[in-house]
Structures are given as C-alpha cells and as structure tokens.
C-alpha cells in the first residue's frame, strides 16, 4: 500500500559474456538500469550505435504511412481504445526473422513512384484539355495550319475589351471567333507571315497563342483521344490503389516489424548508461526488493562470472519510484501519474485521495440511472471490445464511480433527474425539499472542511516521518487544532451546547497561539519573529493561512453545483418529454426527447464530474500536502506501444 | 398593464441568464474549436482527446439555462400566469442579469484557456489529462455565480 521499496544494484560482467547477460537482463525485466555518476578512470561502453536501426524504422515508417489507410477501418468508439497487437513470443520472433520487408518496401515504393508519375500526366493532359475544349469546334485538322507559305494561321484567345480594337488591322488580319467564355474570346486569325507590324500589335492587345504543335488532326479528335488518355491512367491508378490495398494485409507484420525496430533502439538508448573496463561492464540499476531474491538466483544459476551487489539506496532523491495498491486502489494511480508521481522518500498519496475523488464525483454525478449506465456501460465496454489487461483501468475507474454515483443517487432521490422518484430513500431531497439545496451546500462545505484538515494531518504525518516533530506541532497541528476548533464551535453553537463551544474556543486559541509563537521561528531577528507570527496566520508567510483555508473550503461548493445541475438538467429534459408527449405523439417524440437529452446530460456530467473533482484533489488537497517530482519505476524489458507478448511458460 | 409588468421583468431576468450564458459559451467554444481545427488539420489522430477540451466552454451556456428554469419552476410558470409583483420581477431580473455577466465572460476567458490547452495536447500528446483541467481554474466563477443566484433565487421566491 504505498511506494515499493526499491534497492540500488551493481552488477560487474565480463566483457565475452556480455551480450548474453544483457539479454538475459530484458528477459527478466525487473532492473531498471540508470547511468552511471562516478566513472573514476572507466570509460563509457562504447559497443553502443542508437542509429543502426533508423534506416529501418523510417523505411517501415513509410510503408506504414502508404498503407495505413488501406488497413482496417476504425469506428469513433475504437479510436479511443489504444489498439493492441497480441501475441506469442515465439510468432513474434518468427515474424522477426523470416519477414522480408525489402520487397514490400521495394514495392511500395515503385507504388509511390508510379502514382506520382501518374498524377502528373493526369495534371498536364487535364491542363490541355481544357486549353483545347473552346476550339472544339474548329474544323480544321491541326498540322495544316502551318503549312501555307505566304500566310500564318493561329489559334488563340484575348480579353473580350480587345476584340474591338482588332478591327484596326482589318486589311493585315483575318479573324474568326470560334466561341467564347465569360471575358474571353476564342479567335482564329490569320496574317501574311513576318508581318512584324501584326505580331507587334497582337503582343500589345495580350493575345495569347495555342499551342498546338505536335498535335495533329481536328480538335474534336484530339480531345477525344485526351479522354480516352485520361481514362486509362484514372485506370492505372486504381490498379496501383488496388495493389496498395492488397499489400496492406502485410500491414500487421509490418508494424510488428516497426515495433521490434524501436525496441531495439530503446536498447541501445539503454546501454549507453553502461560502463566499461578492459575485461568488464559494469551496470547500476535500481530493483523491487521483493524481487531480489529470485533475481539474484538466476543471475547466479545463468551466469557463474557475474557479480551482483545490492545495496541500501544512497541518494533517496534520485531512486526511481514504482507504486503498489491493492486491486480497488490502482486505478486511481492514473491520477497520481497525471499529477506527477511522489519522490522516493515522501509517501503515495492514492490510497489517500481516492475515498475522497469517489465522494466528490459521486456528488457531481450522483444519479441512479446515470450511475447505472456508467457502470454497465464500461463493464459492456471491456466485454464488448475486449479490451485487454493493460487497458483495463481506465474502465474499472469508472465502473467504481458508477456504483458510488448510484449510492448518492438513491440519498440525493435524483433517478435520471426526477423520471422516477423515490424520496422515502433520500437522506436530502435537493429538489423536493424546500431546503435541500442549502443542506447540500454546507454537506459539501463540511466534505471540503474535512478533505482540508485531513490533507493537513497528511503533511504532519510525513514531517514526523521525516522525523521533524516540532514542525509537524507548529505548521500542521496547530492548524488542525484551530480549523478543527472552528467547526466545533459552529457545532457548539448550532446545538446550543455550552461545552461544545468551550471546547471549540480552547481549540481555536491554543491552536493559534502556537501559530503565532512559532510562525516567525526561521526568521533571525526578534521583529521578523513577531511579525512574522502574526502574518501566518492571514497566510502570506507560511503556504497556508486563515484566508487561504477559507478559500479553499469554498471551492468545495462545487459539488454541490455540479451535482445540482446534472439533476435539474435531467429533470428539463423529463420536463420538455412530458410538454411534448400528448397522445401519440408520447410514444414517438417523448423516447426521443429523453434518449437524446438524457444522453447529452450524462456526457456533460461525466466530463464535469472528472474535471472538477480532478481540480480538488490536485489544487485543494495535494496543495496542502504533495509534493510530486519522484521518477517512475520503468524496468528494462522488451516494450512497445502496441505489441503484447504472451510469454512461454 | 402595471401588474404584468412585474412578470415583465422575471421574464427579462430569466431570458438575460440563458441568452447572456449562451452568448458566452458560444463565442467560447467558437474560440476553443477554431484552435482545434488548425490542430486536427495536422493531427486528426487527436480528434477525441481535442473534443473534449474543446467543448469545456459550453458548460456557461447550460448553467445560465439552469437559471433559466429554476426561476421558471419557482414561479410556476408551467401551470399559468402567476401574479408577480413589480419588485420581484426586479428583483429576479437583476439575478438573473448579474449571473448571465460572469457566465459569459468566463465562458470567454474558459475558451481562450482551452485553446491553449490545446496547444499543449498538440505539441505533448502525454499531457492530455492535465490540459483537461485547466480551464476548470476560470469555470469555477461560473459555477459560484450559478449557485448564488439559485440560493437567491430561493430566497426571493420562497412567498409564493
């Protein structure tokens, strides 16, 4: 139930056995390998070379690319599942060793190649098809046109504004239109050749030539053919996609291939932490002390050369950290590894913050039906998709709050708004009870006044863990004794008790003259003493103040917020059902009113009920007691994304 | 006349919630999703995680609708006219006002957040989890002003 314990290893090999023993290290995956400080006169290992492999990486990479679109289609809901490739040990080393990606490379690319080419001529032929189709009804065959000795014939076009300044030339040019198209016209002319005087002047107006060599026949035929040309390479490109298609059965092994690429160089990333002398290399590396035992039986029963040292970790600051909760706790480790995991040294805070991140969800989505859904929703989830192991804690996460959230709603009588309503169960009625609402603002108020006291009382556990007990009295307890003095009194004076009051003013003023005579304690002066008493207790010197808690206690009416509104958004929607539903018209627009709605409600409130709570614990809570920047376990083994090798027993 | 002017108000207040919340949200989540539009165009992988990010600004507009019909349930304005009188309406006009301002400048603010926690999502995919939570530091305005005007709500309409 907290951060394993974690040993510092030394392991000397010779430099022949080597390659063996790091290969038998990856197979056992329990080390965590790190660099080395202290080289004294070592070099580093020089066997190391994290760019052998990048020419294969990329190579797949582009295949990968080419093909991915080909491979199987994905549904929004699948993409949200990490996709995962599993298989036996023994399939993926076959795969390794025969699979010859070459040829599919080699093929891909002539692919890639060949389309481009292809999609080139379509460009150019399309560019002149377009030139051509305003003369298509131009008779004359082509490669006549400059024939004649005396006379040039051309094709071409011009801004319609210009048309009328040709008849200038009227003696020197002949001129036909042959169509024209919005501002342009599409003209046949005709001029004595090297009449420099005509060609000055067409130059002049912008006429713009068609060229037509190396065409032949008439512009009716030639575009024809064009289209035909045309068909035939849309053609090609289907059979080239339709290649694709078929090499992307390949895909898998393919990407199979990618991941054993990465791996390796994760590898070679590794080995340049490594030492080595002329004989020897030496690793260190970080180990579970509970695997210890049978790691050191193997090594000795493998490798009778290899000496293996454990030792007592010396710098607590750089021990790297892996977690270890029971089976209801873990998944709430992913919010601890989304704030960042806690150093080696300082305590794992998830078994502490996960009552509290079920309450506050289940306060902010606490609806029966909606709580239901979540919960049957993520188990059908991992049934239906089957999702595997590694993935599952995401879905057991919501499973957990789902049955909360059902909890709260039979107490808080809210049954997908109030389509059902049962207020015999509830504890508080938000909407029935005239008052609800308010008993539910200082229900979260008190939620928020205890998940602060208790996030104090965790900081003075971990000070006197540290074995700084004066701290843990002046900074923690003497808070918890005034905060907590505060809430007695409140008490005290709600139930008109004379001891509770008593009680909680002598809690109050012992707790805040402690934080008065020892506030200002780091200070060296006497002055800097007494004020600086006096101001922590308004909260500017030390992290934590009266202001600060009052604050912080406020956040909390969130939870009501956010529960309040999921209700009553559910009850609209019951209620825009009900306005609609008349007749026949009930059993055809109410279902769809409430399917709709209610499904917006549930997603909305899902996202809300995350976030919020999220806040709470990461801002209210872990401020008064957290401190991450711990790095994580990551034991030396054969890892990737997307592959899951079933070991070989 | 002069005694409908007080449902008059109670209407304006209930209109200035959601009209104020949806204008905010709106102009939110406009901010929010055109940032993730740039993203996606490059990185349509991310398309789940953005959308989530990019709808957070949207809540404003559901908690000035909230408003909206909490006032309504409590005047009970679905079995009938009810007589309100001039000074509830105001009343109910100024809550329902004041709320609608910090539903939509939060919202403004929240989308501008969210955009630059999509920003962050775009360049560190592994960040996802903690982008989701920061627009919630500017949200919380708009969930406090939601649960004032309910309470006060409440208060002013606890004669009916």
Redesign the interface.
């Known amino acids: 139930m907290a951060i394993e314990k974690i040993k510092e290893v030394y392991l000397f090999s010779l430099k022949r056995d080597f390659p063996f023993f790091f290969d038998f290290l990856k197979k056992e995956g329990k080390l965590h390998i790190d660099s080395v400080r202290d080289i004294n006169g070592l070099s580093v290992f020089r066997d190391v070379n994290v760019s052998k492999f990048d020419k294969e990486i990329s190579e797949l990479e582009t295949i990968i690319n080419e093909l991915e679109k080909f491979g199987e289609k994905k549904s ?1 809901i699948k ?2 599942i990490p996709e995962r490739i599993e298989l036996k040990e023994e399939e993926f080393n076959k795969i390794v060793k025969e699979f010859d990606y070459k040829s599919v490379y080699n093929r891909v690319l002539d692919y890639i190649k060949e389309e481009e080419r292809i999609l080139d001529r379509i460009k150019n032929i399309k560019k002149l098809l377009t030139s051509l189709l305003p003369y298509s009804s131009f008779e004359l065959e082509l490669e006549n046109l400059d024939k004649l000795k005396t006379i040039k014939l051309v094709l071409g076009s011009l801004e319609k504004k210009y048309l009328l300044t040709l008849d200038r030339m009227k003696e020197k040019l002949i001129v036909k239109i042959v169509s024209s198209h919005r501002n342009k016209v599409f003209l046949f002319l005709g001029y004595k050749r090297d009449d420099r005087e005509v060609e000055e002047f067409l130059r002049k107006i912008e006429f713009s030539p068609l060229d037509v060599s190396g065409l032949t026949g008439k512009i009716k035929d030639v575009i024809e053919n064009i289209n035909k040309d045309l068909e035939k390479l849309v053609k090609d490109r289907e059979r080239i996609i339709e290649k694709k298609r078929k090499e992307a059965k390949n895909l898998k092994n393919i990407i199979i291939l990618r991941e054993y690429y990465l791996d390796k160089r994760r590898e070679e990333e590794i080995k340049q932490r490594l030492i080595e002398s002329k004989f020897f290399v030496f690793i260190r590396g970080w180990i579970k002390e509970r695997d210890i035992r049978d790691f050191r039986d193997r090594v000795e029963e493998r490798f009778k050369d290899v000496i293996v040292e454990f030792h007592e970790p010396k710098n607590l600051e750089e021990v790297p950290v892996a977690l270890r909760n029971p089976k209801f706790i873990k998944p709430f480790e ?1 919010l601890t590894g ?2 960042g995991f806690p150093k080696y040294h300082d305590f794992d805070p998830t078994p502490y913050f996960t009552p509290l991140f079920i309450l506050f969800f289940s306060l902010c989505f606490g609806d029966v039906i909606y709580g239901s859904l979540l919960l049957l929703g993520s188990y059908l989830f991992i049934k239906l998709f089957k999702i595997h192991e590694k993935d599952r804690g995401f879905f057991y996460f919501f499973m957990i709050l789902g049955f909360f959230s059902i909890i709260v709603g039979v107490l808080t009588n809210s049954w997908a708004g109030d389509l059902l309503s049962f207020p015999q169960l509830a504890v508080i009625d938000i909407i029935g009870d ?1 008052n609800g ?2 008993k539910m ?1 200082i229900f979260a108020l008190a939620v928020g006044f205890i998940s602060q006291l208790f996030g104090i009382f965790l900081k003075g556990l971990n000070n006197i863990r540290h074995g700084k007990l004066l701290d843990a009295i002046f900074d923690q307890f003497s808070w918890i004794s005034a905060l907590s003095g505060i809430g007695v009194y409140i008490l005290g004076s709600t139930f008109k008790s004379p001891a509770l009051l008593n009680v909680g003013k002598f809690m109050i003023i012992g707790g805040v003259i402690i934080i008065v005579l020892t506030g200002g304690r780091e200070s060296k002066s006497i002055f800097g003493k007494v004020i600086g008493g006096v101001v922590s207790l308004y909260g500017i010197v030390s992290s934590y103040g009266f202001s600060a808690a009052l604050a912080d206690i ?2 909390y ?2 939870l ?3 529960g ?2 999921t209700t ?2 559910g ?2 929607m019951n ?1 825009m059902a009900r306005m609609f539903g008349k007749g026949i018209m009930l059993f055809i627009l109410a279902p769809l009113i409430l399917l709709a709605g209610h499904g917006l409600n549930f997603f ?1 409130g899902i ?2 009920a ?3 709570p ?2 709470l614990i ?1 801002l209210e809570f872990f401020g008064r007691f957290y401190e991450n920047g711990g790095k994580r376990f990551k034991p030396f083994k054969f890892s990737s994304e997307k592959i899951i090798l079933k070991k070989i027993d | 006349m002069e005694n409908m002017l007080g449902l008059v108000f109670a209407i304006m207040g209930m209109m200035a919630a959601i009209s104020l919340g949806g204008i905010g949200s709106a102009i939110g989540v406009g901010i929010s999703t055109t940032q993730a539009t740039g993203v996606l165009s490059e990185k349509p ?1 991310l ?2 995680k953005l959308f ?1 990010i990019m ?2 600004p ?2 404003q507009g ?2 000035g ?2 408003e909206f ?2 006032i309504m349930t409590r005047l009970r304005l ?1 079995s009938g006219i009810p007589q309100i009188s001039y000074s509830l309406g105001l009343q109910l006009f100024t809550i329902g006002f004041v709320m609608g301002i910090v539903q939509l400048f939060s919202a403004i603010h929240q989308g501008k957040v969210s955009a630059g926690s999509i920003n962050l999502v775009a360049e560190r995919e592994e960040e996802a ?2 982008a ?2 920061l ?3 500017v ?2 305005y708009a ?2 002003a ?2 004032a005007s ?2 006060i709500t ?1 208060i002013v309409t ?1 004669g009916l």
């Open positions: 929004l993409s949200f992913l989304m704030y005239e609402l308010l603002l406020l956040s009416s969130r009501l917020a956010l309040f509104s009553v958004l009850i609209i209620t909305m996202l809300g995350f976030v919020h999220t806040r990461f | 992988e398309y789940g989530v709808a957070l949207g809540t559901f908690y609708f909230i019909f909490w679905f989890g903690r989701i939570i627009p919630s530091l949200e919380i969930v406090l939601l649960i309910i309470l409440n606890a």
